[in-house]
């Protein structure tokens, strides 16, 4: 009979205990509705758009319950966390994070980065407690590859000459946008041996402008001419190479084509004064057979 009691007793505290749980639990729950990106690969001069969507319910007078956009390096270091969220019922929020104000390692060719939707609660009077993960994007971030155009440029010119010509650069981008107020090595090699070299900002077009007397800085026959983007956290390390080719015209093929002028000049004054001279004779043959007849 006392067993009978005991057992009844305890079953009577298990049910209030379930009782109090039952309270407890009606009021607690979270739905997780969204977690997006506005893409998956970024540039590093971009920003991360972020969107998600989720509800709370809960009793903020003895429970705490919140939730937190974290962003994590390849390393699970945590490198960015918005604010977290405590406001019952339907929320949706929007974040711009940008990419160069995060704690990455740019002279990498690109880093991955985890976005992920954090949830957290906790029951204060007993310390229960709960955390999770609902959702994790992977997203890259990525250098850009300049590209370039040659303006008012010729890959050929005398010995003597002078090459002036502009060169545009451009970002990369889906727009081709000018890649304004960047460094630019220059240099020109032939046979091996550095003849010139200087380095250029590009201005507000994307533009440098290219002057060089051949006489002091090209060499007869090929040159290379080679532009340099040196990498940082924007660009990969870039280069951009064109030929030019300084033809020598020689004593010789001047005189003989000064000799060939000459020549040519000559058989004009020669045929011009046979056909004067031709002119001539046959006046005087018509003047003098008009005097016979008369």
Not at 138 to 145: M, S, V, Y
Not at 149 to 167: C, M, P, R, S
Not at 212 to 237: A, D, Q
Request: some cysteine; proline content about 0%.
């Amino acid at each position: 009979m006392k067993q009978k009691k005991t057992l009844l007793l305890v079953l009577f505290f298990v049910l209030i205990g379930l009782f109090k749980f039952a309270n407890f639990a009606k009021g607690y729950y979270y739905n997780f509705y969204s977690l997006e990106t506005d893409k998956e690969t970024y540039f590093n001069d971009e920003s991360i758009r972020i969107k998600a969507s989720w509800e709370l319910s809960y009793n903020d007078s003895r429970e705490i319950s919140c939730v937190q956009i974290q962003i994590y390096n390849v390393s699970n270091n945590i490198i960015w966390e918005s604010s977290q969220y405590t406001d019952i019922g339907y929320k949706e929020e929007n974040w711009i994070v940008d990419i160069q104000s995060l704690n990455l390692q740019f002279e990498n060719f690109s880093n991955t980065l985890y976005i992920k939707f954090f949830y957290y609660y906790v029951e204060i009077t007993s310390g229960a407690s709960m955390s999770i993960f609902l959702k994790t994007i992977k997203i890259e971030t990525i250098k850009r590859n300049a590209s370039y155009e040659l303006i008012g440029f010729k890959n050929h010119i005398n010995y003597g000459e002078n090459i002036n010509f502009k060169v545009r650069f451009y970002n990369g981008s889906l727009t081709d946008s000018y890649l304004v107020n960047h460094s630019v090595s220059f240099k020109i090699i032939s046979k091996q041996i550095t003849l010139f070299k200087k380095d250029y900002i590009t201005d507000s077009s994307g533009i440098i402008e290219i002057f060089i007397p051949s006489i002091t800085n090209l060499s007869i026959g090929g040159n290379s001419l080679i532009f340099t983007i040196s990498e940082n956290k924007l660009y990969y390390i870039t280069q951009f190479e064109c030929e030019l080719y300084v033809d020598l015209i020689s004593n010789q093929e001047s005189n003989h084509e000064s000799s060939n002028k000459n020549q040519s000049d000559l058989s004009e004054i020669i045929v011009v004064a046979s056909i004067s001279s031709l002119v001539a004779i046959i006046f005087l043959l018509y003047f003098k057979r008009i005097k016979i007849k008369s």
